[in-house]
């Protein structure tokens, strides 16, 4: 068993707590990983108000993290002590339909189809002040150890700097991956993005990657434009701004609406106005923005009827253990700069100053 620092949500609403955990040896399947580094995702966010499906309290939240492989159990071949690795919050099982189709990224041990609380064997290797604690989508990044089932860790190139490189495990992959995999965007085609926190600056780059030809950001802070500029966005707008609801906006703007949208805020009115911001016929928007649990969005069932597509996507549509490694090295070769996402470095026992940063969007 090991000791360790970890922060512990013990309820929602509280702030987190930074406590010493006991982090037991990995099980047989298992890997033990200690964390270098990790982002903090609106997901934990929502989490933290409670408006986060089949979360149990308390939890060691954090699920975009990278690491160094402590031990593993029994059967692991993967990786090995000493490996650099990147822990899935999406996992990789290689056995169910979703996995064996080539065309999905979805995994039927994911927290939306049976909730990811506990270790596969329904036991947890967490525990605090002698209470046991949940884990959160198996991966639990706020702790300086912590225990994943080996198809949820992915090897990376040992010349990764873990510091940087833990935004692929979550922000980065997904908004970059919604507009190469999801959206697939055609060189010359014009986007909108709504939303410029880390995953929507992430899909600018994935549009401008892409080889889109007009880029419009789109959020209500100002402050986040320079940054959507730097990273390839041609057109900024704040629709407090606008004398007309922003989708009419981005329709004159373009002619006939954008090619695709992509919503990363998780708002029902932002989701619309991103769907009827697109072409009526050949649109294509992308939902990424994680929308409260229970929420119900009602549209007009014309936007879709003329031809446009209404797309979810999960972790930016990447096979992720296939795929998250390919990511690493490309970020190595120098293919994209997620670096310019990394606004702050704090220590962990800041997480709270992080998430102040965070709601202050900063």
Not at 118 to 130: E, S, V
Not at 257 to 267: K, L, N, P, Q, R
Not at 269 to 286: F, K, P, Q, R, W
Not at 295 to 316: C, E, N, Q, V, Y
């Amino acid at each position: 068993v090991i000791r360790c620092r970890a922060a512990v949500a013990w309820a929602v609403g509280k702030p987190l707590s930074v406590e010493e955990v006991e982090v037991a040896p990995p099980k047989a399947g298992e890997v033990r990983i200690k964390i270098v580094a990790t982002g903090i995702c609106h997901t934990d966010e929502h989490v933290l108000k409670g408006c986060f499906p089949n979360v149990e309290f308390p939890v060691i939240l954090g699920h975009e993290g990278a690491g160094i492989v402590e031990s593993v159990g029994e059967g692991v071949t993967s990786v090995k002590p000493g490996d650099k690795v990147i822990p899935l919050c999406l996992p990789q099982c290689g056995e169910c339909s979703f996995c064996l189709n080539p065309e999905s990224n979805y995994c039927l041990k994911s927290h939306f189809s049976e909730p990811q609380n506990l270790l596969p064997d329904k036991t947890t290797r967490f525990t605090c002040k002698g209470k046991q604690i949940h884990h959160f989508l198996w991966v639990s990044t706020f702790a300086e150890y912590t225990v994943v089932p080996e198809y949820a860790v992915a090897k990376i190139d040992p010349a990764a700097p873990l510091d940087k490189v833990c935004l692929l495990g979550c922000g980065f992959s997904t908004g970059y991956g919604a507009a190469i995999n999801t959206a697939k965007v055609k060189p010359g085609s014009t986007c909108a993005i709504f939303g410029l926190g880390g995953v929507g600056l992430s899909a600018v780059m994935g549009c401008k990657a892409a080889g889109a030809s007009r880029i419009i950001a789109v959020d209500i802070n100002k402050d986040k434009f320079a940054k959507a500029k730097e990273l390839g966005a041609t057109d900024c707008i704040n629709p407090q701004e606008c004398k007309k609801p922003v989708q009419e906006v981005l329709t004159e703007m373009t002619g006939h609406g954008v090619d695709y949208s992509f919503e990363a805020i998780g708002h029902a009115e932002t989701m619309i106005a991103a769907l009827a911001s697109c072409n009526m016929n050949t649109g294509i928007c992308v939902m990424i923005g994680v929308l409260d649990s229970g929420s119900k969005i009602s549209i007009d069932p014309t936007l879709l009827l003329t031809g446009r597509t209404w797309k979810g996507s999960a972790l930016g549509g990447w096979k992720v253990r296939d795929c998250i490694p390919k990511l690493v090295s490309s970020y190595l070769e120098k293919k994209f700069n997620s670096d310019l996402l990394i606004t702050h470095t704090l220590p962990f026992a800041k997480v709270n100053e992080g998430f102040e940063l965070l709601r202050a969007g900063k």
